[in-house]
């Protein structure tokens, strides 16, 4: 059966006229592909992967454009227009995504960038948008666990950090004081799960968790330490954000890391800093 809001494989069946039509392998019901939705090049019986959505006379269209995100998704969209009964978001193809009024959870403005998860309406098979994300998030059905990677993509910066949409399925955040790096809106990241909150949010860490974050942070150190001569002031008393500046990295894996490589008899610590032993 042909889901309408997402990625269907369908093949090409017949040409007419106006465009092509596509359909399943064990079905008779067909999805009509304008030619400037589709290849350059087509040809019948050909395999398409092709995006379905209703065009505003309720008919089925497809198109091998991929949009920012298929219904159960979230995306960063941009408000390209603004009208009496809602706002259409660029969507990442020919047609626009409209977000209705009663799905802004702030009336929102042209050319502002937003969250948006897309939607079905089950009564109409219409796909919308919806900036409104706080029931879809308290029903969030995680399909990982802590300590698993993910690929997050921050979405606008808050007091506490950054929010980030997590796979495209999830919304969570990243905080300030565990980011050693610099963050760039829009852009994907590699992530590590640090937390899943009862509330639905997930807690994320852009290092690697526990004693592989450690072994990577040992070599860190040690480089430095190669680089200064071979000594450091820095040690356990040092403040968070001195460590921060010099090392990229928290506090708390910093004392993980000496503690290690004291033990490994790798450096000395004193009340003067770190010294690498010869």
Not at 72 to 101: C, H, N, S, T
Request: aromatic fraction near 8%.
């Amino acid at each position: 059966m042909v889901e309408i809001g997402q990625i269907n494989k369908l093949v090409v069946c017949r040409e007419s006229s106006s465009g092509y039509y596509l359909k399943e392998l064990d079905s008779i019901d067909e999805v009509f592909m304008p030619p400037n939705l589709g290849p350059v090049n087509i040809s019948m019986n050909q395999e398409l992967d092709v995006f379905v959505y209703l065009d505003t006379s309720g008919s089925l269209i497809a198109t091998d454009q991929i949009p920012h995100a298929v219904v159960g998704e979230y995306a960063i969209m941009r408000v390209v227009e603004v009208q009496e009964f809602g706002a259409f978001f660029d969507w990442g193809i020919d047609k626009d995504l409209l977000v209705p009024g009663n799905e802004q959870k702030v009336k929102v403005r042209k050319f502002e960038d937003h969250i948006v998860r897309v939607c079905l309406e089950e009564e109409t098979d219409r796909v919308f948008g919806t900036t409104k994300l706080g029931k879809y998030i308290l029903e969030s059905e995680f399909n990982f666990e802590r300590g698993d990677e993910a690929v997050i993509v921050p979405a606008n910066k808050t007091d506490l950090g950054y929010r980030v949409i997590i796979n495209k399925r999830f919304i969570g955040m990243i905080y300030d004081s565990e980011i050693f790096q610099p963050i760039q809106i829009g852009k994907e990241y590699s992530a590590v799960v640090k937390k899943i909150r009862d509330d639905g949010l997930v807690d994320m860490s852009l290092q690697v968790l526990g004693i592989k974050n450690m072994i990577g942070s040992k070599d860190v150190i040690l480089n430095f330490l190669e680089q200064e001569g071979g000594s450091s002031h820095l040690n356990d008393k040092s403040s968070p954000e001195e460590i921060k500046r010099y090392l990229n990295m928290s506090k708390k894996t910093f004392k993980g890391s000496i503690g290690m490589l004291y033990k490994e008899k790798k450096i000395d610590i004193s009340k003067e800093g770190i010294k690498l032993i010869k």
